[in-house]
């Protein structure tokens, strides 16, 4: 799995996003539909910010890494000995 996700990106989805998703989980009932779905997104972006690996931003094509994203094949192909 190769990160696509910068510091900044993971320090905000995890202090931010995070807590204010379970705060409003909260607020809106932690046994209701819209409750249960904060926490679900919840843990995704904790698990995400964790990871340093977003399955969307592939999906997308972005990264928020300092490197970037990798390009396909390179340095692999074409190589001279």
């Known amino acids: 799995m190769i990160r696509n996700m910068g510091m900044v990106d993971r320090g905000v989805r995890a202090f931010v996003v995070v807590p204010t998703a379970i705060l409003g989980a909260f607020v809106l009932g932690a046994g209701t539909a819209a409750g249960?779905?904060?926490f679900v997104v919840a843990g995704v972006m904790l698990a995400t910010a964790a990871t340093a690996f977003c399955p969307t931003y592939v999906?997308?094509?972005?990264?928020?890494?300092?490197?970037?994203?990798?390009?396909?094949?390179?340095?692999t192909r074409h190589r001279h000995a």
Request: hydrophobic share 40%; no cysteine.
């Open 36 to 38: 249960m779905v904060l």
């Open 59 to 75: 999906l997308v094509g972005i990264s928020t890494h300092p490197r970037g994203l990798p390009r396909v094949g390179h340095g």
